[in-house]
């Protein structure tokens, strides 16, 4: 293969086809997610930047904890169709479609429009952020070292969308209105299919769909598994009562417990068919690990993304902006995520790297844990911040800097690791879906994240701070104390990387 040799700064070029598409698309997302909630309560007669819906705060934080963790829970249908149907690769395609599509209803002003349009974004991200990075695990041979690299520069192209995004979409939605803003979401996300689509020529070898054998069985279809699951007792046993226990939820917490306990019980049941299917002891003990460091992106993200909502608030409500005479935008706090990675990101990769050409522990289970360590520290200043606040009313910015940057890192330490880990470690025949499991994880992380930020009304925000900080110190601990168990686990998928 002529494009597999082929090469740019020492990485394949598909990884640069992949990095331009991803940033597009989260360019997409991220400046049509910033506008989202702020759209949602704007009164019906307009401000400066139009009408909006005029939804209550509680309303719109509502759709808006839904809609998050829905766009990263279609992730898992999306990594089911690209395994059994379109390939990685055709799945991007067709994301990338009818998320230029969603952002273009988008556009329109009426009520439907604007469900309809978020209801096309949320199968197109769904079809599409999955198998784009499970693409970039397929861009390098088993055992390659660069693999982690590889992801850490993809996660720069997230990043630079996200923050080209949400510096100029502000600007937009002030001259030209609300609309506007959304449009500006879909001519990015059109650039990022045209760059795709030319770029194909250096993805021939990645992502392309492997039908089964004319005369082989496929015991992988998920009409077999679900036939298995029925036959097993305890299978069947845990779904049902995992099943009851949705439908308590849903008559004693709510239907917004029981919606997503029964998303959890889909997990639970697809996880038990897949594991059960997989025949040799290696695939099954990797398939364990995995879905164990789940916790740790679960934990993680419900942590982390107090960013967007908490701490955001926090920021416009009780931290001093006063820089110099100017008063710092509460949104451009938002910003410091995606520049911190952008500044640290090949520095973060490049010093595990060297640790693992040494000869130290650099295992991905062992970085995720030292990301959750570094991210939940960050919470350290967040209650220092608190404490500040409670003694003279207001506190200062420095404290949310320190608190980004170390969350940064941290992210910087797990995210991109977490990755390229599943495209270690996911049997090839449920390499899509894996990842789709992945960014369902983080998505429950999400919705985790709004639910503790909304207790802070109650606990203060002191406590809450206080209580992430011990529980992230706590988790991180004790995966590292449980380490050389785990590593076991992953019979060396990470020991020959050369
Ligand atoms: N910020 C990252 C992205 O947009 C991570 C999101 C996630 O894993 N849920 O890709």
Redo the contacts with the bound molecule.
């Keep these: 293969e002529a494009h597999l040799q082929k090469e740019l700064f020492g990485h394949p070029i598909g990884l640069f086809i992949l990095f331009l598409t991803e940033m597009w698309e989260?360019f997409s997302y991220y400046g049509m997610r910033a506008l989202l909630v702020l759209y949602m309560t704007t009164q019906t007669t307009g401000d400066g930047r139009g009408p909006g819906l005029a939804w209550s705060n509680q309303e719109a934080l509502a759709l808006y904890g839904w809609y998050t963790m829905l766009v990263?829970v279609m992730s898992i249908p999306g990594g089911m169709i690209a395994d059994k149907i379109l390939g990685q690769k055709k799945a991007v395609l067709v994301g990338a479609i009818i998320l230029c599509l969603g952002h273009g209803v988008l556009v329109l002003t009426d009520t439907w429009a604007f469900y309809t349009g978020l209801a096309l974004v949320i199968l197109g991200v769904g079809l599409l952020k999955p198998n784009i990075s499970t693409m970039v695990g397929g861009l390098y041979p088993e055992g390659d070292i660069r693999r982690d690299k590889g992801f850490s520069i993809f996660y720069i192209g997230?990043n630079t969308g996200s923050l080209l995004a949400t510096m100029v979409i502000g600007f937009v939605v002030v001259k030209w209105g609300w609309h506007a803003g959304f449009g500006l979401a879909g001519i990015a996300m059109l650039l990022g299919l045209v760059v795709y689509l030319w770029g194909q020529k250096y993805l021939t070898h990645v992502g392309n769909f492997e039908a089964p054998k004319p005369n082989e069985v496929d015991d992988s279809s998920y009409g077999r598994l679900f036939g298995d699951l029925l036959k097993s007792r305890t299978q069947l046993l845990v779904t049902a009562l995992l099943v009851v226990l949705s439908i308590f939820g849903w008559f004693n917490l709510g239907w917004a417990f029981g919606l997503l306990f029964m998303f959890l019980t889909t997990i639970v049941a697809l996880m038990m068919m897949i594991y059960k299917e997989l025949s040799s002891r290696v695939d099954k003990d990797r398939f364990v690990v995995l879905l164990l460091s789940f916790i740790m992106v679960i934990i993680f993200?419900g942590a982390f993304e107090q960013a967007g909502g908490l701490m955001n608030l926090y920021t416009d409500a009780k931290t001093n902006r006063m820089l110099l005479g100017w008063e710092v935008p509460t949104v451009m706090f938002q910003s410091l995520n995606a520049g911190f990675i952008i500044l640290f990101a090949t520095l973060v990769a490049g010093l595990w790297a060297k640790r693992k050409l040494k000869g130290k522990e650099a295992s991905s289970i062992f970085k995720m844990a030292v990301g959750i360590i570094i991210m939940g520290f960050g919470f350290l200043f967040m209650v220092f911040a608190a404490m500040e606040f409670e003694k003279s009313g207001s506190s200062s910015m420095i404290w949310l800097v320190m608190a980004y940057l170390f969350h940064t890192i941290g992210e910087l330490c797990l995210?991109p690791v977490a990755l390229s880990f599943i495209t270690k470690l996911s049997p090839v025949k449920y390499a899509s879906l894996m990842m789709g499991v992945y960014?369902a994880a983080?998505g429950l992380g999400n919705k985790v994240a709004g639910i503790i930020g909304e207790s802070a009304s109650n606990l203060g925000e002191y406590t809450v701070f206080l209580g992430i900080l011990i529980f992230t110190m706590l988790i991180g601990g004790i995966f590292i104390l449980l380490l050389k168990p785990l590593q076991r686990l992953t019979h060396g998928a990470e020991d020959n990387e050369k």
């Design positions: 989260r990263y997230i993200w995210s960014f983080t």
